[in-house]
């Protein structure tokens, strides 16, 4: 992302957590209205998590495709207003919790809508066109993808590496032509329902550029096991000589996890991408970049070296570090995109080779305040710590934590009598208002951009967590904010801080001029 002196501020919001009366967050009225408040409150940029269906425990960052968008973020509420759901759909609707994602029941709820809904539209002869038209233009996976959910469904959501029919699993041609014959209207289902995601995320992102908001997607580096990508595209991962997966990704033990994270994801053969061109890579970016303004990269380290595990292995001990050709990768997104707007999730164990690619891209990367209260020697707080505010510079992106932390308010009570003096002490902040005086501390920094989660401008604690990472826990990724929650109390606090740090989105140039 080219940094051009701008100073802003956002909030990380996942569609999920918006309020509805359906269950999940989704694209409709809820997203266009938090859109607005965001205008209200002075802010420039909407983060969100990655926008792919899911799998097994909902993470969005185990997504069974790395080009579709969740089915489950189609918004009912527009249907209806399109014709292709009636009032007496949306009449009987389950007393969905309003604070958390109960996925099971909204997918027992919805999906029979949002099939109803693509029959209506595969129906309607312009909207046929238009599905007709999506349907070429995203031809590099929306084929392999509506197969894959097909045979997905017809195996009960078994794993296609080890449970489907192997002629089926090998992408025998003959097997998938006749299930291409067999689940025929399954497959045009699909299609249709990742082009209404489409439409719809594409159109909210119209209205909030028309509002001066810029949204940042995420893109996670690595692939699911168990998804369209790996499956249409086995070559780009490593395999052995029968096909299965030779390596897995993770990272090693450390003073968190003495085990390391054995994430399980099949690792790239890089030397395959780079024969193509890094096609797949640029047509993930092209895909992402039309829903979002700007991406942030996940594990950002892993462009200039992963940690690879022997497929099989029971934790990531064992495993060892591996070059990643990513200064080529971006190279060649650049050259295809121009600008290449990415935002580097550069945190936990970073050496000078990936700073220095980080660099020499001009990418920002993050700063994650609650890192930053370490202490000295003397049990001081060490002012010189990296992660403090007042020590970031303007290529940086800066959060109070992100998804995978506590909360402010959870991190801060987290800590020992001494850990909340030292926070007290930097923020000049009482107990009960030390949130918002983090708020302010990030927003007064140098750092160019300021993100800051919804639950900390709700001032929430850890029973809003978003994730707890290695763990699969029915809590992750449920959180959802009240309906009247971001009120006008928060907004305009939010905006007396965006603007007394001048944080409207303009240079210093345009600012001296009064712009």
């Not at 399109?82 to 994602?101: H, I, K, N």
């Not at 209205?207 to 893109?219: A, K, M, N, P, V």
């Amino acid at each position: 992302m080219d940094i051009e002196g701008k100073r802003e501020a956002g909030i990380l919001m996942h569609i999920t957590s918006l309020p509805t009366d359906y269950g999940i967050g989704d694209l409709g009225p809820a997203a266009y209205e938090f859109a607005h408040q965001l205008k209200s409150a002075g802010a420039t940029l909407w983060q969100v998590l990655p926008l792919g269906p899911t799998g097994y425990g909902n993470s969005p960052y185990a997504q069974r495709s790395s080009f579709a968008g969740n089915e489950l973020l189609i918004s009912p509420a527009l249907l209806r207003i399109e014709g292709l759901l009636d009032d007496r759909d949306l009449m009987d609707v389950p007393a969905f919790p309003s604070d958390r994602v109960d996925f099971q029941a909204v997918e027992k709820w919805k999906w029979p809508l949002l099939r109803k809904a693509a029959a209506k539209a595969l129906k309607k002869v312009g909207i046929r066109r238009e599905i007709e038209a999506f349907r070429a233009r995203e031809s590099y996976w929306i084929e392999d993808y509506a197969l894959f959910m097909a045979l997905y469904d017809s195996y009960c959501d078994a794993r296609w590496h080890t449970v489907w029919d192997g002629n089926e699993g090998r992408r025998d041609p003959q097997a998938l032509e006749d299930a291409r014959k067999r689940h025929r209207r399954d497959i045009e289902a699909y299609i249709a329902l990742q082009y209404l995601f489409d439409s719809q995320m594409r159109a909210l992102r119209e209205h909030t550029r028309s509002l001066g908001i810029r949204i940042i997607g995420d893109i996670p580096i690595f692939a699911g096991a168990d998804s369209a990508d790996t499956w249409s595209h086995l070559e780009l991962f490593k395999t052995d000589a029968d096909g299965h997966y030779s390596a897995v990704s993770g990272v090693p033990p450390d003073c968190f996890s003495p085990h390391g994270q054995l994430w399980g994801n099949p690792v790239y053969d890089w030397k395959a991408h780079e024969r193509t061109g890094f096609r797949w890579w640029k047509e993930r970016m092209r895909r992402t970049l039309g829903m979002a303004d700007i991406v942030r990269l996940d594990h950002f380290r892993g462009l200039d070296a992963y940690f690879e595990i022997k497929a099989g292995a029971r934790t990531a001990e064992h495993g060892r570090w591996r070059k990643s050709p990513g200064k080529k990768l971006l190279a060649a997104l650049k050259e295809e995109f121009g600008s290449v707007p990415i935002i580097a999730e550069d945190l936990g164990w970073i050496t000078d080779s990936v700073r220095k690619l980080r660099d020499s891209f001009s990418l920002p990367g993050m700063k994650i305040a609650q890192d930053g209260f370490s202490r000295d020697a003397k049990g001081y707080l060490n002012t010189y710590d990296d992660f403090l505010p007042h020590n970031y510079t303007r290529q940086f992106v800066a959060y109070p934590g992100t998804h995978d932390n506590h909360t402010a308010k959870g991190w801060f009570l987290s800590l020992p009598d001494i850990g909340r003096h030292i926070v007290r002490e930097y923020l000049s902040s009482p107990d009960d208002d030390i949130v918002w005086g983090l708020i302010r501390a990030i927003m007064m920094s140098n750092a160019d951009t300021a993100i800051f989660p919804m639950q900390d401008v709700l001032e929430l604690g850890d029973e809003a967590r978003m994730n707890c990472p290695s763990t699969c826990s029915s809590s992750n990724w449920t959180w959802r904010m009240g309906k009247g929650a971001f009120n006008a109390y928060r907004i305009s606090r939010f905006a007396f801080l965006a603007r007394i740090s001048g944080r409207n989105g303009l240079t210093a140039r345009e600012y001296g001029r009064g712009s």
